[in-house]
C-alpha cells in the first residue's frame, strides 16, 4: 500500500478520534483545542495525499474511491456533531451535505460515460471555508465578536457551497444530457 492510501487510512481512523475529543465533556476547551487539532491533522492530510499521488503517479482506484469517501465522511462527521452541540443550524448543514451528493451523483454519472470532473476553483474555495468555519465551531472560542466572526464564516461557507454547485451544474450538465441519448 503506497503512502497517499496510507494517509487517507489515516485520515479515516482519525474521524472516530476527532469526535470523542470533541464530546468528551469534563475535557471543556482542552477537548476542543485537541479535536481541532486532529481535524487539521486530518485536514493536512487529505491535501497530502492527493498531492503525494500526483507528484509521484501514485494514483489508485482505491485512491480514486476512499480519498473523496474519507473526506466527505470527516466534515459531514464534523458537521452532525456540530449540529448536535449546538454550534450550527441543521438547514446548512442539510445545504452543504445535500451539495456533496450531488456532486457526487454527477462525478458518477459522468464517469459512467468517461468523463472526469476535475474540481474546481470554487470547490476549493468552498472546501477552505467550510474547514476553517469547522475549525472555528468546533473551538468555540469565547472572545468579543466571535459569534460574529463564526457566523461570517459559516455564510461564507454556506454562500460558496451554492456557489460551487451551481458552478459544477452549469458546466457538466451536457453529462447528463448526453449521457441519457446514448
Not at 472516530?16 to 486532529?38: D, E, K, Q, R
Not at 497530502?48 to 474511491?65: E, M, P, S, W
Not at 472555528?136 to 456557489?163: G, R
Amino acid at each position: 500500500m503506497n503512502l497517499p492510501n496510507k494517509l487517507t487510512i489515516l485520515r479515516t481512523i482519525m474521524i472516530p478520534v476527532f469526535l470523542v475529543f470533541l464530546y468528551i465533556p469534563n475535557l471543556g476547551m482542552t477537548g476542543s483545542i485537541v479535536a481541532a487539532a486532529v481535524f487539521i491533522f486530518a485536514s493536512i492530510t487529505d491535501f497530502l495525499d492527493g498531492y503525494i499521488a500526483r507528484k509521484h503517479n501514485l494514483v489508485t482506484n482505491f485512491g480514486k474511491f476512499m480519498d473523496p469517501l474519507a473526506d466527505k465522511l470527516l466534515v459531514c462527521s464534523a458537521l452532525i456533531a456540530l449540529v448536535d452541540l449546538n454550534r450550527i443550524d441543521a438547514w446548512i448543514v442539510i445545504i452543504i451535505i445535500a451539495r456533496e451528493f450531488i456532486i457526487s451523483g454527477f462525478r458518477l454519472v459522468a464517469s459512467d460515460n468517461g468523463v472526469v470532473i476535475a474540481a474546481s476553483y470554487w470547490g476549493k474555495f468552498k472546501t477552505t471555508f467550510q474547514m476553517i468555519m469547522i475549525i472555528l465551531l468546533v473551538l468555540d472560542l469565547d472572545y468579543p465578536y466571535s459569534n460574529v466572526v463564526n457566523l461570517v464564516f459559516v455564510y461564507i461557507a454556506l454562500a460558496l457551497t451554492v456557489i460551487s454547485l451551481i458552478d459544477y451544474i452549469v458546466k457538466n450538465y451536457k453529462v447528463f444530457i448526453e449521457g441519457s441519448e446514448k
